[in-house]
């Protein structure tokens, strides 16, 4: 999204990824930040908005002892070894904690697409999203692809039309491509009209088909607006949710609508912007200090 915006509610309201346990997070040298502005603000502490309904508010390392190797004059009678460099490891990528959901994504009832605010669950992960894709930078690549973290992109075609080629780099890395609409019009649920939205929707439905091989499944209003009219439209686009959020990191911190750090199943809201490298950090500092593993969004949802 474009600038700060508020998220303010207008309404009154698979792939089933079956995970297990492949192993802990080895994660090394991890380093802390802190916890943005908050212009962006979401619906209250609500979850999940039904047809008709209102969003409110380790173990230990035990060495063993060096071994001294023997020479040949500590040893007579065996010749010397021939001298061998010590082959250089082969660094391992760290393997990704994976869960089973146990949580549902709510049906499309009555022609209108549910909207999500958290989930619901016991496990410790967290997901990350991020918006528009404005500013591209290798930077961001770079920071992704170290701290291995998949993330749903929501994209907005004006945005990313100079170099749509840009973002296969996270996909490579685990990420979707997701819908933020063609024009980022923040006032399109008081401007538009349903076939306006539908159009603005399929638009980039069909574009990201085009660049990225996959229609997108979930959908993020520009500013975090949306209505009765945009849920129905989001489901006649082919979608399975609208998704928002109650955490945000923006300009180097974190900003949270409950609480003051992250929860378990917290969406948290990020942008393509020139903070880039302090936003995650901030995400990161706060994602460590609570425990939490990063997973993508639409694998849990089963949606991918």
């Known amino acids: 999204m474009f600038g700060g915006h508020s998220a303010v509610s207008i309404s009154t309201p698979s792939r089933r990824a079956v995970f297990s346990v492949l192993g802990a997070s080895v994660v090394a040298g991890l380093t802390a930040c802190t916890a943005a502005e908050g212009a962006e603000t979401t619906q209250g502490a609500g979850t999940t908005q039904g047809a008709g309904t209102t969003q409110g508010a380790g173990t230990a390392q035990r060495s063993t002892p060096a071994l001294t190797p023997t020479t040949a004059a500590e040893s007579p009678g065996v010749p010397p070894a021939s001298a061998s460099p010590t082959p250089t490891p082969t660094p391992t990528k760290r393997i990704r904690r994976t869960f089973i959901p146990d949580y549902q994504l709510p049906p499309i009832v009555s022609g209108l697409a549910p909207v999500i605010t958290k989930i619901e669950t016991k496990h410790p992960v967290v997901f990350l999203t991020i918006d528009d894709g404005n500013i591209k930078t290798p930077e961001s690549i770079k920071l992704m692809a170290e701290y291995d973290y998949p993330s749903s992109l929501f994209l907005t075609k004006d945005t990313i039309a100079d170099n749509p080629a840009f973002f296969n780099a996270f996909k490579a890395q685990g990420s979707l491509i997701e819908n933020h609409t063609v024009t980022h019009n923040i006032n399109m649920v008081r401007q538009w009209g349903y076939q306006q939205q539908l159009n603005d929707m399929v638009g980039m439905q069909e574009y990201a088909l085009q660049h990225y091989g ?46 003051n750090a992250l929860r378990p199943g917290d969406i948290v809201l990020m942008h393509f912007r020139a903070e880039f490298a302090a936003d995650l950090a901030a995400f990161r500092a706060a994602q460590l200090a609570a425990g939490l593993e990063v997973v993508l969004l639409e694998d849990f949802l089963g949606v991918a």
């Open 214 to 259: 996959r229609r997108p499944t979930l959908f993020r209003p520009p500013g975090g607006a949306y209505s009765n009219v945009m849920r129905q439209a989001v489901a006649d686009a082919g979608m399975k949710a609208i998704i928002t959020w109650e955490a945000k990191a923006n300009a180097g911190k974190m900003d949270y609508q409950v609480g």
